[in-house]
């Protein structure tokens, strides 16, 4: 866009950064939620693997349905989000995000598995509006070249919330509004109000903080029509994004049960390892925040990753109901991964296919392997999943100009990866085992790999070149 910032008012834009991270705090909080929701909702209503796979089918689906309808709008009328501005559109899906929590009332209350899919469905669609508006919004904070850094600085608080949630709403409905041994229906009531409520103060604060205007005045900002196609990397980052959110809501959404089988781990129990999982995450987003960050020199950035990831470290171990024993493993993992920076060289595509190589091994250990090690491997996939949303969108959205949002809203479109994997993975788990289940993930880190690999050749400067060859 024309009116993007210069490196000259980047502090400008500390207060709408710090803003949006508190939302992506309660959005990843709010999200990781349903891995808790699985394994309740299997128990109360008695469901099978594929059933249970609902919850996940229902939320990320909406992103889906969202997203097609954005995109149909914005290919016949233009671009919603250029037309009512940014802080309008946020505020809008804070909304009706909260009241996608709100519906959780009646679905306990009345105790009917179908409202309570359908309050996930709403709560979806909010979020959908979110990840149009929220994540091309922190790419344009600042100079394209640091666009990766910023996401993956919010994207780590996103992670912080994930992390947080197994463990507080784990607590929560399998223990402090549970009905005493029983899984009660009303123990999502109460927890959910109150994320309502957190969500409309959220966007109170929103309204009220100046946030800078990236409409632009041109006559060329104009979008119709399907342009944004047109480019070829962001044709393959759809199917990237769809892998790669496939893949990670998936696992995350079966490991009570894998630890369950493999371990003979309690909900009360696994629910700290979950954590685990998507506090590696929370590690290696702000880990890439510091390594993508080209401001930074070389020396001093050495410093930096190991000094977050031993205060982060410290953090996950405060939260989790785990001892020390039982995380040490963990500390492996974040040398793997500082490794997997510093081979990677700052360069976004070269380090996305580096940790999605690494996933891929980390997958075939915990489904051939048993035990610890099994453990240890699926739980270690969290710190390498850590930047590949980041890397794939803001690579995906590269040079693509006035196409920008309407690439997001098919990025976010492919956020079905999210309803889809997990319900095909919940088929073969009913019919092979979890274990073997797991070879599902294992296509679509092999995909993400080779999308990293084709961004680092195809890539290069495509800010000042257009679209990649072979685009049309």
């Keep these: 866009m024309s009116n993007i910032p210069t490196t000259s008012s980047r502090q400008r834009y500390i207060v709408p950064l710090i803003t949006l991270t508190i939302l992506f705090f309660m959005w990843g909080f709010i999200t990781c939620m349903n891995d808790i929701l699985i394994p309740y909702l299997k128990q109360l209503f008695n469901l099978s693997f594929f059933k249970s796979m609902l919850v996940q089918f229902c939320f990320f689906g909406a992103y889906f349905i969202g997203s097609v309808i954005y995109f149909l709008v914005s290919s016949k009328w233009g671009d919603p989000v250029n037309k009512v501005g940014y802080k309008k559109s946020i ?3 804070i909304i009706l995000s909260a009241l996608g929590c709100a ?3 009646p679905a306990a209350t009345s105790s009917l598995y179908g409202l309570f899919l359908a309050a996930l469905f709403v709560l979806g669609l909010g979020f959908t509006i979110l990840q149009i508006t929220a994540n091309a919004y922190v790419s344009l904070l600042g100079p394209e070249e640091g666009a990766s850094s910023r996401l993956n600085l919010t994207q780590a608080f996103n992670s912080l919330g994930t992390t947080i949630a197994p463990v507080l709403g784990g607590h929560l409905i399998f223990e402090f509004f549970a009905d005493g041994d029983a899984i009660s229906p009303q123990a999502t009531r109460i927890p959910y109000l109150i994320f309502a409520l957190i969500l409309l103060l959220v966007a109170v604060f929103i309204s009220v903080v100046k946030l800078p205007s990236f409409q632009s005045a041109d006559e060329d900002m104009e979008v119709k029509g399907w342009g944004a196609l047109k480019f070829m990397h962001l044709k393959m980052g759809v199917l990237g994004i769809f892998c790669y959110v496939g ?4 696992i995350g959404s079966f490991i009570i049960s894998f630890l369950e089988q493999t371990m003979g781990m309690t909900e009360a129990v696994s629910k700290n390892y979950l954590a685990l999982y998507w506090g590696g995450a929370m590690i290696g987003r702000f880990l890439g925040a510091i390594s993508l960050n080209q401001a930074i020199a070389a020396g001093k950035k050495l410093v930096y990753m190991v000094g977050i990831a031993a ?6 171990f405060s939260l989790v109901d785990l001892s020390f024993s039982q995380v040490q493993f963990f500390l492996v993992f974040i040398v793997l991964n500082l490794l997997g920076f510093f081979i990677g060289k700052a360069a976004p595509a070269r380090t996305l296919s580096i940790f999605a190589g690494i996933s891929v091994l980390l997958l075939i250990s915990s489904t051939l392997n048993s035990g610890a090690l099994a453990m240890y491997s699926i739980l270690g996939i969290g710190i390498f999943n850590s930047i590949m949303f980041s890397n794939i969108y803001t690579l995906s959205i590269a040079g693509l100009g006035k196409y920008t949002s309407q690439g997001s809203s098919l990025l976010v479109m492919a956020i079905l990866g999210g309803a889809i994997i997990p319900v ?5 788990a009913d019919h092979l085992g979890v274990q073997l289940s797991l070879m599902l993930p294992v296509i679509c880190y092999v995909y993400i790999f080779a999308f990293g690999v084709y961004c680092s050749k195809k890539l290069k400067n495509v800010e000042q070149s257009g679209p990649v060859k072979g685009g049309h």
């Excluded at 893949?247 to 998936?250: H, L, N």
């Excluded at 095909?424 to 073969?428: D, F, H, K, M, R």
């Design 91 to 93: 505020i809008a899906g």
């Design 103 to 105: 519906l959780f009332w």
């Design 247 to 250: 893949a990670e809501v998936a």
């Design 311 to 316: 205060l982060v470290f410290l953090l996950i």
């Design 424 to 428: 095909i993975q919940g088929v073969l």
